[in-house]
């Protein structure tokens, strides 16, 4: 397959933590538009990182998918199913060494809606799974259908109520979406917070590693 059909196919991987080999549990990191996998693994410093491996793949030119996650994911293509698959070959082999329930996503902004897509794609039991500022692809009135269960996988979903990338409404379809594939889905919308992440999120987001 050609570069300009697959984007993302070869692009590096950051590691910090411990080795693969060597891990009781692992986290992949997804970055947002416009930022770095380096950037990515400073979330380590906020997470449980004992035995933890920390794997943040980069996207092509620091950008998963050129447009907008509101619409239709053909207008995305081929970078956005590029970036699921590079995602799923990073959980590939991950899960060479470490079993999927003591794998956690997480993902910020662009990174955040790509991981949604694909845990909701991909379902199975993982160690959990969490969206910092982001959500579902799809225009206003997407009906989401996936088939699969996510087996009690513990789902955190944190956003502000006026982001300016991401509409409230579509954290709360995401949460709608992922119960309905039996996730156990915790959703935290923060008054007046902006785009970012702040410390009650990271707290959550490190209960949820430390029980891996």
């Known amino acids: ?3 300009d059909a697959d984007p993302h196919a070869g692009q590096p991987v950051e590691h910090r933590g411990a080795a693969l080999e060597d891990a009781e549990r692992a986290v992949v990191l997804l970055h947002g538009r ?13 997470l449980p990182s004992e035995d933890t491996a920390f794997l943040a793949p980069q996207a092509t030119r620091a950008t998963w998918y050129p447009n907008s996650f509101l619409e239709p994911t053909t207008e995305n293509d081929p970078h956005f199913s590029s970036g ?8 590939d082999d991950v899960t060479d060494h470490v079993p999927r329930e003591r794998v956690l996503l997480l993902g910020f902004s662009q990174g955040a809606c790509l991981g949604s897509e694909f845990v909701a794609r991909n379902p199975g039991r993982y160690g959990g799974f969490v969206a910092f500022s982001g959500g579902l692809h799809g225009p206003e009135g997407t009906s989401w259908e996936y088939d699969g269960d996510l087996d ?3 789902v955190f979903l944190g956003c502000s109520d006026r982001d300016p990338h991401i509409p409230e409404q579509r954290v709360h379809d995401t949460r709608d979406v992922f119960e309905s594939m039996g996730a156990d889905v915790t959703e935290r919308i923060y008054e007046g917070m902006g785009h970012g992440v702040n410390d009650d999120e990271l707290e959550f987001a490190a209960e949820m590693v430390a029980d891996l």
Request: charged share 15%; no cysteine; glycine share 14%.
């Open 34 to 46: 416009g930022a770095r996998a380096l950037g990515m693994l400073q979330f380590a410093d906020d």
């Open 1 to 3: 397959m050609s570069a």
């Open 84 to 91: 699921l698959a590079l995602v799923g070959d990073v959980l």
């Open 152 to 154: 009690g996988t513990p």
